[in-house]
């Protein structure tokens, strides 16, 4: 099961805005989507949202169906409760601590984890609860280009595994080659859903949300707009 969103309302308590308005969505199973917007747009809220993480925190109308969820938040070390790796991730199977990164941090503390391994444990912690469907909120945030190299390997694991994954990021550039789809949510509302080739293709997304040098570069030379720099290097 991948996830069904329709017609989905929040307004946090006290607030006096609609958060998210009349989102609908539906990614099956075994895809990602990209989830892009302005700072403010409501991508971290309709990611609690699927995750069932808004309850209490406001009025919610609309309905959400979606398997076994597990999401990784902005700040993992929150996500983190055992004194080491070890204890956090009991009983995982080796392939998966191998293919996640994590073999090497087993006896490590948790709390001295950088903020790259933090992640990588609880990433191996969601293949390790059997959750289908993840949902990424910024994840290279923490990250250099080294750990993002590292990052975008371990995504393309878990999708070869036939999960679903929702990946909400401002350096989106980096998914673009792996995203089914791409979603563009503005004032906590979707304007555009599809895939990566009409997204970069789309003066309003790009508009929104800012393109990448690279692509920028390229543009200006006349190019057509490319996903990867190896499109780039073919033409
Ligand atoms: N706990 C909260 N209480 C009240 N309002 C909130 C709360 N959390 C977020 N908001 C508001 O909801 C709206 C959407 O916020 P959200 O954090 O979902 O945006 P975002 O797209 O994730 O932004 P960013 O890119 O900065 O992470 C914003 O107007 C924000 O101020
Ligand atoms: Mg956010």
Not at 97 to 106: F, I, P
Not at 109 to 127: D, I, M
Not at 214 to 228: D, I, K, N, V
Request: proline share 4%; glycine share 12%.
């Amino acid at each position: 099961m991948g996830v069904e969103v329709n017609d989905l309302w929040f307004k946090y308590n006290g607030a006096d805005k609609w958060a998210l308005r009349g989102v609908n969505l539906s990614l099956a199973s075994g895809r990602l989507l990209l989830l892009v917007g302005k700072s403010g747009a409501g991508k971290s809220t309709l990611i609690k949202a699927i995750a069932g993480l808004l309850d209490g925190k406001g009025e919610m109308r609309g309905s959400i169906h979606v398997g076994k969820v597990y999401p990784v938040l902005q700040n993992p070390e929150n996500q983190l409760l055992e004194l080491t790796v070890r204890d956090e991730l009991e009983g995982i199977d080796e392939d998966i601590a191998d293919a996640m990164g994590v073999l090497d941090l087993m006896d490590r503390p948790t709390f001295e984890l950088s903020g790259g391994e933090q992640q990588r444990v609880v990433l191996a912690k969601a293949l390790a609860s059997g959750a289908d469907v993840l949902l990424l909120d910024e994840p290279t945030m923490w990250l250099d280009l080294d750990g993002v190299s590292d990052l975008l390997s371990i995504i393309w694991y878990i999708l070869r595994t036939g999960r679903t994954v929702i990946v909400s990021e401002h350096r989106y550039h980096y998914f673009l080659p792996m995203a089914g789809e791409v979603a563009l949510l503005e004032r906590g509302s979707i304007t555009f859903h599809g895939p990566p080739r009409n997204a970069i293709e789309s003066s309003e997304l790009i508009g929104e949300v800012g393109v990448p040098l690279f692509m920028e570069l390229w543009r200006s030379m006349g190019g057509a707009p490319a996903l990867t720099v190896s499109e780039i290097a073919r033409n």
